[in-house]
């Protein structure tokens, strides 16, 4: 089966063509609007939709070119459907189902977080189930026990900023280029270490939930006291790091504990984090790290996690209802 993958759910248009009979990814197109949001100093919705519709359907034509394939070759489509932002999730959603309704193919919505975490399976060296993730993007940090696919238990989570984001608000309290995670990580780099030494929170009571607003916090009073060179920047994003971290090892290793796994997968974009793989890699376990652009926002994993559920005849009636926050209570009932 030969499916198409659209990923518009934040600021990256990822569309990709995935061959389950291979395995193989046929094709793989991004572009990232980071460059557009630069100057607002994070991710403006609706500049996002707007540059999605833009993007889309040239990313769609490129990808069908470097897989030498024409839209009637398609089988199927596959396009996230949430969490995200409304305005861009429509985009990706309206075309996927526009797509599949004229070719007459099946098509799904897909988990933008199931996406990230089978990102792996895209890999020569896939993780073979059962496996706990850690799922750390700008939106969520998760440690998920994955027993299958679409078997999912959430073991923790962060109880206030993502791991992404705690990286961003202080690459921009710190006054660094936008986006912050990676650029704070290579001011990481030239830190000194032991000068600062941030708390690590939430790792002396059990449990497997994590906090991140309160380093950021401790970054800014930090900087605030410091001299403000830039030696002293470089130190406490060190130090940041570090209780990042730290805190990321400690809770993959009781995670791992207490369901007495073997296999950890990392996937969301802090997945990118040198300093989080080296650390990682000391776990006693079997620890497998997608290529960068797989940590990332991409199309490929959508067009991966689509392709399994299509070829496991999951297909939905062709609306286009993206849900980027849905509460149960919302549901009617059956009454006349
Ligand atoms: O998964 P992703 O591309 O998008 C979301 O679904 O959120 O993750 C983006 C996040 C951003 O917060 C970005 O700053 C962070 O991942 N990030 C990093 C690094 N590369 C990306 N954070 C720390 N170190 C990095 N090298
Ligand atoms: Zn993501």
């Not at 369901?259 to 950890?264: A, I, N, Y």
Request: charged share 20%; with cysteine; aromatic share 6%.
């Amino acid at each position: 089966m030969i499916v198409l993958g659209i990923e518009s759910s934040c600021d990256e248009t990822g569309i990709a063509i995935y061959d389950t009979k291979s395995g193989q990814l046929l094709a793989d197109q991004l572009y990232s609007q980071v460059s557009l949001h630069a100057e607002y100093g994070g991710v403006v919705p609706e500049l996002a939709s707007r540059d999605h519709i833009r993007r889309v359907v040239p990313l769609v034509r490129q990808s069908l070119s470097e897989a030498n394939l024409s839209l009637q070759d398609l089988d199927g489509i596959a396009y996230t459907s949430g969490p995200g932002l409304i305005g861009a999730l429509m985009v990706g959603a309206s075309v996927g189902r526009s797509l599949a309704w004229g070719l007459g193919i099946p098509a799904v919505g897909v988990h933008h977080m199931e996406g990230h975490l089978l990102a792996p399976m895209l890999e020569d060296n896939p993780p073979e189930f059962p496996f706990v993730a850690l799922l750390v993007s700008g939106g969520h940090t998760m440690l998920v026990e994955v027993e299958s696919i679409g078997e999912y238990r959430i073991l923790g989570e962060s109880l206030d900023d993502a791991v992404g984001e705690a990286f961003d608000k202080t690459a921009k309290m710190l006054g660094l280029a936008y986006p912050g995670g990676p650029v704070l990580a290579a001011l990481a780099e030239k830190g000194e270490p032991g000068v600062y030494e941030f708390p690590r929170p939430m790792v002396r009571q059990g449990g497997l939930d994590f906090s991140y607003s309160g380093l950021k916090t401790f970054a800014l009073t930090t900087w605030n006291q410091s001299d403000k060179t830039e030696q002293d920047k470089a130190n406490i994003a060190h130090a940041f790091q570090e209780a990042v971290v730290d805190t990321l090892f400690i809770k993959c290793r009781r995670a791992l504990e207490a369901v007495e796994g073997k296999r950890l997968v990392i996937a969301g974009g802090v997945g990118a984090n040198k300093r989080l793989r080296e650390k990682l890699a000391e776990l006693d376990a079997e620890v497998f790290f997608p290529q960068i652009q797989f940590c990332t926002d991409n199309g490929a994993m959508i067009a991966y996690a689509g392709a399994i559920r299509l070829e496991a005849g999951q297909t939905e009636e062709a609306t286009i209802a993206p849900r980027p926050r849905w509460s149960l209570e919302q549901l009617s009932g059956l009454g006349a």
